[in-house]
Each structure stands twice: as structure tokens, then as C-alpha cells.
């Protein structure tokens, strides 16, 4: 007997891509007062399906350095396991 909620998978690739987007945001500090930041917005694709994955927000004022490594971690297809990786390591470099 077949149970009517089988769900049958065809044998097309479901591997997912990464699309990464900036974040432009406006923060407030106490000892600064308001400010514009930029952060990261990572998104699953697969198929036609487009989830929202992970965020990283307030990286940086600067929207040509978050700008640069969006554009990184969508070229090299970045997983999103290791942006909190990723983002750590530019501060650091950036600091």
C-alpha cells in the first residue's frame, strides 16, 4: 500500500548557491550618537527557492569595504557556515 504523502525526488541537482547582499543601516551609539553601518545578508538558493540564511550587521562605516567583500564571497560562493569567519578576519585586517 503507497501512503499519498510520498514525496518523490527527481534526480535534478539540489545543490544550493549563495547569493550575498549588503546591509545598509542606520545604527545609534551612546558615546557616538547615529551612524550609518554596513553589513551582509546571505541567502540559499535552489531552484526557485530563495531563503534568507544568515545576516552580519554593523561590520563597518565604510560601504566600499563591505561592497568588496559581498562581492568576494559571492564570487568564491562562500558558504555561509563560514562568514562569521570571514567578516572576523576582515575587521581584523581592517582594524
Known amino acids: ?23 545598509a543601516e542606520r545604527c545609534i551609539h551612546p558615546d557616538i550618537g547615529v551612524y550609518r553601518s554596513y553589513g551582509i ?10 531563503r534568507p540564511i544568515a ?21 568564491y560562493q562562500l558558504s555561509p557556515v563560514h562568514l562569521s569567519d570571514v567578516v572576523a578576519d576582515f575587521i581584523e585586517k581592517t582594524s
Do not use: R
Not at 41 to 50: P, Q
Open 1 to 23: 500500500m503507497q501512503n499519498n504523502n510520498t514525496t518523490i525526488y527527481s534526480n535534478q541537482t539540489t545543490t544550493p548557491t549563495w547569493e550575498y547582499h549588503i546591509i
Open 41 to 50: 545578508h546571505a541567502f540559499e538558493i535552489i531552484g526557485k527557492l530563495i
Open 55 to 75: 545576516q552580519m550587521h554593523d561590520i563597518t562605516t565604510i560601504q566600499a569595504e563591505v561592497e568588496t567583500l559581498v562581492q568576494l564571497c559571492n564570487a
